[in-house]
């Protein structure tokens, strides 16, 4: 593959066209369409033209990438920045967690993880959509890439981890095919093991009362704006004074957390770490 070299400021080098089907696309996910688009090595590209270190060994395509570009870092800011520069599009959706950033600990390790991680279901019904021969057939949702994603919020189904004929683990983006199609061996992705909640049974309601915890990760479940741990500190402290005596124990029983965790979130100390929500 061949690294096309960053053109001046004022042109667009890399147009791409907005994925449809999906609600939030992760930095990662566009990064691994536009490196199929023009058929650029995927870590050279992401060092060179996005991250801009011109890195010899380039960006590794499994965790590390992912860590970079979707997490609460100032590093995912710079890469949704570059991709809304290179590409000539505004990214008005969550790309990347830093929306969380006012709340969450940023310290926090295991946010993201350590594989790819996709809704075959999604994948199927993306493939079925005509696109120009040149786009990438698949895009994936940010909330995928979490550690604690397990259900896709669209069909209520699992999210795969593998491949369906040589059950290998997905780097996040692959150097050797297309979006959708697994890293080892070429399978198309829409094949991978998933499980299918009930429509009337158990498997769908636990479905969906995982996804509920899952609110301020999925895009549309609720507004951004109200993600600040000031005002999390503020309404946790009047929650207490209304508990009285009992206040405290209260709070932290029905969070599942110790007192002091709950005591430095009523003081502003530290952000909320995703094992406790």
């Known amino acids: 593959m061949r690294v096309i070299p960053f053109l001046n400021h004022g042109i667009t080098p890399f147009p791409i066209r907005i994925h449809e089907g999906v609600e939030a696309e992760s930095n990662v996910s566009l990064m691994a369409r536009i490196s199929w688009k023009y058929r650029m090595h995927p870590s050279k590209f992401i060092s060179d033209v996005v991250l801009q270190n011109n890195a010899s060994h380039g960006i590794g ?18 890469v949704t920045n570059r ?62 890439s979490l550690a604690i994603s397990q259900y896709c919020a669209k069909h209520l189904c699992s999210l795969s981890y593998c491949c369906g004929v040589c059950y290998q683990r997905q780097p996040f983006i692959s150097n ?50 109200q993600f600040d ?11 207490v004074e209304k508990g009285g005596a009992d206040g405290l124990y209260t709070l932290t029983e029905c969070f599942g957390i110790n007192n002091m965790t709950l005591k430095d979130w009523c003081s502003y100390k530290h952000g909320v770490s995703v094992e406790s929500l």
């Open 61 to 78: 395509l499994g965790r590390d990438v992912a860590n970079f570009c979707n997490s609460l870092t100032a590093t995912s800011v710079i």
């Open 83 to 144: 991709l809304e520069a290179i590409t000539g599009k505004k990214i008005f959706w969550p790309s990347s967690f830093v929306y969380l950033s006012n709340i969450l600990d940023r310290m926090a390790h295991g946010f993201i993880a350590k594989e790819k991680k996709w809704c075959a279901q999604c994948y199927r019904e993306s493939m079925a959509i005509k696109r120009p021969e040149s786009e990438a057939k698949v895009a994936d949702e940010l909330y995928w």
């Open 176 to 225: 050797k095919y297309e979006p959708g199609f697994c890293h080892y061996c070429g399978t198309s992705l829409t094949k991978a093991p998933h499980i299918i909640c009930d429509l009337d049974g158990h498997s769908k309601s636990e479905a969906e009362s995982y996804l509920a915890k899952m609110d301020i990760f999925i895009p549309g479940a609720t507004e951004i704006s």
């Open 229 to 239: 741990l000031k005002i999390l500190s503020r309404n946790l402290r009047g929650l």
